[in-house]
């Protein structure tokens, strides 16, 4: 069959499919022309094709995130590459693999005023693990050689240790509209593999390490995002048969314990300690793994505890130490250590100890508050949060937005082992739709997402996305623009709220959602929600939104006020 006559174009798309990229999403262009031919002549590969290039990345993102799977990038020349920045940065700290590829004019062209010039080698540099640059004139094998060598390395350097993204820009030169039959088989064959030994602690740190947990007053376990990981929360729930271990969990660190053997009401069960009960529970070991943290609770009571011992567990290439406390590094995969240290603990004396149980009774009491407290409260964004939450069907996946809809989600227990995600690495709010969309598609069953207003107008171009099914659906928190900065302390009581940091603009998301093609529901009160929720949730030939319109203003009162609940103000 007939392809493109640029070499590079045909090795790079052999590559892809050799190292097992299964998804491309493609934004058009005429330089990237020839590359977008050898991606949809290529059956390995499914294509999406995506307008906007900060979309598609996002899109791709979504891909990549819940297949575990490298997924590539393509866009044109010029500022396209730029577009990619958000979803890129994203996707560094989430540590997911996008493989980015831009195409671009050949090196003599830059800075000569020619049309769609930048300088595109190295854009990313700050956000990807590595940059190559592969040259217009790839006629000669030595050249042939270069981009085989330069592809396999890509793709091994993306998914090893400590996954990224990697950008290829790829120079291509005039005539772009070239076919060939001819290609150079070598090259489009020789696959460079990694073998990487799996990590191991050392059985003499292995055994100190177990040794320091054991006689510690308290070791307290905090996850933040992860990926779903049954092997991980055993491990942890066998680290949990010490008395003197507690593990707290997040909504996105996708860990499960039965039995409420894990904290997973961080903010409900801290915010509802007095000062004398927090300073008794200061643990004297925190081991922190995953992502990013996104209680500011249990951040500032670490931070200001004056923790002996901090370890973090993760493979990463800088030294993390939010809560500033830390003290030791450990370099190797969560699952991995927690496998060994649990299985070291099997065989040694562990003391007796009131430290997790203590932590379980405040976890219930703070459970019992917040029952208590969202009870008397009027429709707003907490109790309209509490139907969603309490109400998603088993089997489906959720996407958060950033801003207060993944705070909302710290509060609540799902009924269901659902898997949440987050944008958690940088924690922006825009490209929640466009990542969300992007999950969707590589997932079988419904993903819903469940976002604020001001993330969606961020994003709304998501949904001309060509690849959005019917089991793709949105519930919408309406509460007039940014609600978060009505309850966080550096915003809230500011004369310019208002205008400059809620902007409520008008919305309207009905007609979008008819433009778009989406079946729309809406709700403003609990009866409202409770009479349309079957229908949007059994909801099969579209994909569906669902508007939660709440009181902006009295919401932020409320869920300021959530957070100073102690046990006498609730009797």
């Not at 350097?157 to 005039?174: F, M, T, W, Y």
């Not at 709010?429 to 969300?436: K, L, P, W």
Request: glycine fraction near 6%.
């Amino acid at each position: 069959m007939e392809c493109t006559d640029k070499i590079s174009c045909n090795i790079l798309v052999a590559m892809l499919v050799n190292h097992g990229v299964k998804e491309a999403v493609i934004s058009p262009g005429s330089r990237n022309a020839p590359m977008v031919v050898a991606l949809s002549r290529c059956p390995s590969i499914k294509t999406t094709v995506v307008v906007d290039e900060r979309s598609a990345a996002f899109i791709a993102l979504g891909k990549s995130a819940i297949s575990a799977s490298p997924v590539a990038l393509l866009c044109t020349s010029g500022t396209a590459v730029l577009n990619y920045a958000p979803a890129v940065a994203e996707a560094y700290y989430r540590q997911i693999p996008l493989i980015v590829i831009s195409a671009d004019r050949p090196m003599e062209w830059i800075d000569q005023d020619d049309s769609q010039t930048l300088r595109q080698y190295e854009a990313l540099a700050h956000y990807v693990k590595r940059s190559y640059n592969i040259p217009a004139d790839c006629r000669e094998d030595n050249m042939q050689w270069y981009v085989n060598r330069v592809a396999n390395d890509a793709l091994i350097c993306a998914v090893s240790g400590r996954k990224a993204p990697v950008h290829i820009n790829l120079q291509l030169d005039e005539p772009l509209n070239g076919m060939t039959s001819k290609m150079p088989e070598r090259w489009l064959s020789r696959t460079i593999t990694q073998v990487s030994p799996a990590s191991v602690l050392p059985e003499s740190e292995k055994m100190s390490l177990a040794g320091r947990i054991v006689k510690a007053s308290g070791v307290l376990v905090i996850a933040g995002f992860h990926d779903p990981d049954p092997r991980l929360s055993e491990a942890l729930q066998r680290l949990t048969r010490c008395g003197n271990v507690a593990v707290m969990t997040e909504r996105i660190a996708n860990l499960i314990a039965p039995n409420d053997m894990f904290v997973d009401m961080i903010d409900s069960t801290l915010s509802s300690m007095t000062d004398e009960e927090k300073a008794s529970m200061r643990p004297e070991i925190v081991i922190t793994l995953g992502g990013a943290i996104v209680s500011r609770f249990i951040k500032q009571y670490l931070r200001n505890a004056g923790v002996k011992e901090h370890w973090h567990v993760g493979m990463t290439e800088a030294t993390i130490d939010c809560l500033r406390s830390l003290t030791m590094n450990v370099n190797m995969p969560a699952t991995e250590f927690f496998e060994e240290i649990a299985g070291a603990l099997d065989v040694v004396k562990v003391r007796e100890s009131d430290y997790a149980a203590a932590w379980r009774r405040y976890a219930k009491r703070g459970a019992m508050l917040h029952d208590r407290y969202v009870d008397m409260q009027p429709w707003c964004d907490l109790t309209a949060m509490k139907r969603v939450f309490t109400s998603i069907p088993a089997g489906w996946n959720v996407q958060l937005s950033n801003g207060t809809t993944v705070r909302y989600a710290q509060l609540f227990c799902p009924l269901h082992d659902n898997r949440f995600d987050c944008n958690r690495g940088v924690s922006g709010i825009d490209g929640s739709v466009s990542t969300a969309v992007g999950a969707s598609t590589v997932y079988q069953g419904v993903t819903l997402l469940v976002s604020g207003d001001m993330s969606v107008q961020y994003d709304i171009g998501a949904l001309a996305a060509p690849c959005i099914t019917p089991r793709f659906k949105m519930i919408v928190l309406c509460n007039g623009g940014g609600g978060i900065f009505r309850f966080v302390k550096s915003t809230s009581r500011l004369p310019e709220l208002d205008e400059y940091f809620v902007v409520n603009r008008d919305f309207p998301l009905a007609k979008l959602a008819d433009a778009y093609g989406f079946r729309y529901f809406e709700a403003a009160s609990t009866e409202q929600f409770d009479s349309c929720f079957g229908d949007f949730i059994s909801e099969q030939s579209k994909p569906c939104i669902l508007a939660l319109i709440t009181p902006g203003e009295l919401s932020g009162t409320i869920l300021t006020r959530y957070f100073k609940i102690k046990e006498s103000e609730c009797q």
